[in-house]
């Protein structure tokens, strides 16, 4: 049964990362809302090659280059004082629950997974939302989901098709066996429809891959109202997540205190007219959706 509203958040980003607002100010708008649960997923992104990206430059000319490490250890520089203001704040608001998260891109390069095994050793967080904003091409270079939709035509259907082939190549191997952590729910599993590039076919067979491993997909409600994802494109991958069957919950990449729950009510409508039954909407469940508290793999 999905219920009327939705009274969590776990994909949210805070200043000091890529949001505008404070975390307290954070909290301070989902208990407004009647929130029980927020969990903050600020970017963990590292690749040796992060800052030659083409898109770096535009990270920087927006203040937000300091999401794109190069090492573990600048990423855990951030990270540590930020959960430790985090749980601080927890003794403060009694009456919501706050959870310590992180939104991590998945590389593939040589030592990825030992980095990030490692900084999830000391940093332990909450849950881990897996991410893929980039394509890793040719040459060590590393393309974010822009430059393929910048690229020429013939050349960005290519890397279209790369980026997807990513996912079963090298990806549900890294997953299962090879970080040591559990990936609690996937983001953006439909990213590149928020630039208009469609592939029906890929973004169905990934959906059927996260319904084989068990891990949730996200509903992002950033893409309710943008252009390039319209109603019947949207329509057509919720009936394909209903004849998957894989778990769904819903999110709002909240940047700012007034995106927190936003489109919330339409992601449910959406479910409902398409027969999607397997959606969290309310923190009570979550529990049956995600592993809150990370489980270590033996």
């Known amino acids: 049964m999905i219920a009327n509203k939705v009274n969590y958040s776990l994909h949210t980003h805070t200043i000091g990362f890529d949001g505008q607002n404070s975390v307290e100010e954070m909290v301070n708008r989902a208990i407004q809302l009647g929130f029980s649960v927020l969990g903050f997923s600020n970017h963990f992104i590292v690749h040796p090659y992060i800052k030659q990206s083409r898109m770096y430059k535009y990270a920087e000319t927006g203040g937000y280059a300091n999401i794109y ?13 930020h959960y ?40 332990q967080p909450d849950y881990v939302i897996g991410a893929r904003h980039f394509l890793e091409w040719t040459n060590n270079s590393v393309l ?20 997807y082939q990513q996912f079963d190549y090298g990806f549900v191997d890294l997953i299962m066996h090879q970080i040591k952590f559990n990936i609690s729910f996937f983001a953006h599993f439909n990213l590149p429809q928020k630039l208009g590039l469609n592939d029906d076919r890929m973004e169905n067979y990934v959906l ?25 494109s949207r329509l057509k991958t919720f009936e394909s997540i209903s004849k998957t069957g894989v778990p769904v919950i819903i999110s709002d990449d909240a940047h700012k205190v007034s995106q927190i729950g936003n489109h919330f009510d339409d992601i449910l409508n959406l479910a409902q007219q398409s027969g999607i039954t397997n959606i969290c909407s309310d923190a009570c469940d979550l529990q049956n959706f995600i592993r809150i508290n990370i489980q270590r793999k033996r």
């Open 144 to 163: 974010n989901i822009h430059d393929i939709k910048n690229a020429p035509e013939q050349e960005s259907g290519q890397l279209l098709r790369t980026y």
């Open 69 to 81: 490490s190069e090492t573990v250890d600048e990423v855990l520089a951030r990270f540590i004082p």
């Open 208 to 232: 059927k891959r996260f319904s084989l491993m068990g891990i949730p997909i996200e509903l992002n409600t950033s893409l309710i109202k943008n252009g390039n994802y319209p109603v019947s």
């Open 84 to 123: 430790q203001q985090v749980r601080a704040l927890q003794f403060k608001y009694k009456n919501i629950k706050l959870l310590c998260g992180m939104e991590m891109d998945l590389f593939n390069y040589p030592g990825w997974a030992d980095n990030v095994n490692h900084a999830v050793r000391i940093l």
